[in-house]
């Protein structure tokens, strides 16, 4: 027990036993009436054992004159008058408060969430959201190790096909390119104070924090264009259909050599890539919208509510969520959800990006050139193959040697 926490039990307990009413288990009177409404010993107590605290004692005791008249005459032009009534009706937001400046923000005068959101902002989410990337990465290793290189089970045909135009592969690459950028300095931002700080002291890591931050903010404009054109370009490629469930059945082959399921231009892994892509993509962008215009886009408390008509929290146990979020609640949910999700989106894009590289022999040459030996796409996409070549065989079919 720190030195402060220990304190602040001897307080709460000297005013305990020396209030008139003696000891609380000898008065049997409510606890709180020994303290005037404060808190008690036993709340102290259950906050540092971690238990969920009930703060209507202090949220509901906020007097009766909260008006801006009433503060600005209990306060007085120097601000020497303290009402603790007062304070917990600015804390918890139910004062009526006038300003002068404008903003949604400006009347918030004391903003109560602030170290909650910081202290998992630092704990669970970089704590477990930095186990999810090394455990992806270690996952993909192991599978290295075990499977090898997915490689060709036949004899490279020497002739290519065209996979990908040029403006799909502009798409993808500026899809790719801008997420690259946007994951390595969102991990500056979470993890530069305690990672990069030791490394190259504050002078350097401010100037790197401010360069990533610039980057962060105008690269997502680039991400979001490129999520928009895949989505033009792919969507319709990408609708489940019944040789998806033969794909999944075998694992894609990707677990064993000579196995080869029919996909069309997408197979079933592809597919799933790709939705995931669009929905983290989609709410990555509106939580990062509403980082961009602080203050402008709330979207929590509207989302909250639709769930709680819906009965989804109920449903899995935590009860109604709330609906009546201050401007800087907004924004740190917004902060949280935004990192959550980079987590889980990074996480997909490494196997995504081993499978289009390291992984497989052949891969990457569909996004680099956008041609993939013929033997590659008879084995990967066959019915994607048929289709083409029955089209327009002379067209798709080029007798310069794949590289």
């Known amino acids: ?58 949220r ?11 503060i600005a005459e209990q306060l007085g032009t120097l ?21 002068s400046s404008l903003g949604p923000a400006a009347g918030v005068l004391i903003q109560d969430g602030g170290m909650a959101w910081l202290q998992f ?24 190790a075990l499977r090898g290189k997915i490689r060709l089970d036949g004899e490279a045909a020497g002739r290519t096909i065209m996979r990908f135009n040029a403006i799909e592969r502009f798409a993808h690459w500026l899809l790719a390119g801008s ?16 990672a990069l700080i030791p490394l190259f002291g504050k002078d350097a890591f401010s100037t790197i924090a401010i360069a990533g931050k610039w980057l ?45 399921p029919p996909a069309k231009k997408f197979n079933a892994g592809q597919k799933i890539i790709f939705w995931s892509v669009l929905v983290l993509g989609v709410s990555i962008s509106l939580s990062g919208l509403s980082l961009l ?30 609906t009546a979020l201050g401007p800087h609640q907004e924004m740190q949910l917004a902060q949280l959800w935004h990192g959550i999700v980079a987590f889980v989106f990074m996480a997909i894009i490494i196997a995504h990006i081993y499978l289009g590289s390291v992984g497989m022999e052949g891969a990457f040459d569909a996004m680099g050139t956008g041609e993939v ?8 996409h066959g019915l994607w193959y048929d289709e083409v070549t029955q089209k327009d065989a002379n067209l798709t079919i080029s007798e310069t040697p794949a590289e």
Not at 60 to 70: E, K, P, V, W, Y
Not at 79 to 99: F, H, K, N
Not at 217 to 227: E, K, Q, S
Not at 234 to 242: C, E, M, S, V, Y
């Open 79 to 99: 601000g020497g008058a303290s009402d603790p009534e007062l304070w917990r009706a600015m804390r918890y937001g139910s004062a009526d408060v006038t300003v």
């Open 216 to 260: 962060h903010n105008n690269v997502a404009w680039a991400f979001m264009l490129g999520l928009v054109l895949v989505t033009v370009f792919w969507i319709a490629h990408n609708i489940p259909n019944r040789h998806d469930l033969k794909w999944l059945a075998v694992g894609g082959g990707l677990f064993t050599k000579g196995v080869h």
């Open 1 to 58: 027990m720190t030195l402060r926490r220990l304190s602040g039990v001897l307080l709460a307990l000297m005013l305990v036993l020396l209030s008139p009413e003696g000891s609380l288990a000898q008065s049997g009177v409510d606890s709180r009436a020994t303290t005037g409404g404060a808190q008690t010993l036993e709340d102290i107590l259950a906050r540092q054992r971690g238990e969920n605290i009930d703060d209507a004692f202090r």
């Open 179 to 194: 997420f690259i950028v946007l994951g390595v300095t969102g991990l500056i931002t979470l993890f530069g104070r305690m």
């Open 373 to 380: 030996d013929v033997q590659w796409a008879k084995e990967h």
């Open 60 to 70: 509901d005791a906020t007097g009766s004159d909260s008006t801006a008249a009433g």
């Open 121 to 144: 902002r630092e704990g669970p989410l970089a704590k477990w959201g930095g186990y999810l990337l090394l455990g992806m990465l270690g996952v993909l290793v192991l599978f290295y």
């Open 293 to 322: 215009f602080p203050f402008e886009l709330p979207m929590f408390a509207v989302t909250f509510e639709k769930l709680n008509a819906i009965g989804l929290p109920q449903l899995l146990g935590f009860g109604e969520l709330p």
